[in-house]
């Protein structure tokens, strides 16, 4: 039993193999010869197995595939010339090309109205990754969570000393700021 080397730039899992495929043309012809003649009841299949040098698994693997591959080859085919994958490739990179010259253009129309309206342009999102790896850089503290922060452990610190003097969580209002009065 022979195992596929595997490749190292390759993911895919070993593949066992018990030998391996008919290398040149003649062997595959001998092969095509071999199954021919088990199915025209020539030869038993232990026979042919033991003529090419295979066991008997291996022999009616092939005899598989040779059936699949004449099923295949009498399969009808759509007429005409059929798309290929590097045409599909080609169509699709070409209107992407388009939508992105499209989507250039209306860019460039938003701007220009935005200037006729007298608006400031808008301020596009940093996409770039920070310099540690994460995507997103990390959050400053806000001085009014600072604020909070401190506010609530000195309530704790007070409550846990046995004063029970309520104090508001609410931050400080800045100076020159109007306060709101609830009834």
């Keep these: 039993m022979k195992k596929a080397k595997p490749s190292a730039s390759s993911a895919s899992p ?10 040149t043309l003649s062997e ?6 071999a199954i021919l003649e088990v199915l025209a009841g020539l030869r038993a299949p232990p026979a042919a197995a033991e003529l090419l040098n295979i066991s008997l698994p291996r022999y009616y693997q092939l005899e598989a595939r040779a059936l699949n591959g004449l099923v295949a080859a009498l399969a009808p085919r759509p007429k005409g010339k059929q798309p290929s994958l590097e045409n ?11 939508a992105q010259r499209a989507c250039a253009r209306q860019e460039a129309l938003v701007r220009v109205t935005q200037r006729s309206l007298g608006l400031a342009a808008l301020a596009k999102p940093q996409t770039a990754p920070a310099k540690n790896g994460s995507r997103r850089k990390p959050r400053k503290p806000m001085v009014r969570a600072l604020k909070a922060a401190q506010n609530l452990r000195s309530q704790a610190d007070a409550g846990a000393a046995g004063n029970s003097s309520v104090v508001p969580v609410q931050p400080p209002l800045p100076s020159g700021a109007a306060q ?3 009834p």
Excluded: D, F, I
Aim: glycine share 0%.
């Design 14 to 23: 070993v593949v066992k193999e018990t030998s391996p495929p008919a290398a």
């Design 28 to 33: 595959a012809q001998r092969l095509a010869a």
């Design 88 to 98: 599909r490739v080609k169509h699709l990179e070409k209107e992407l090309a388009a």
């Design 180 to 182: 709101e009065t609830r």
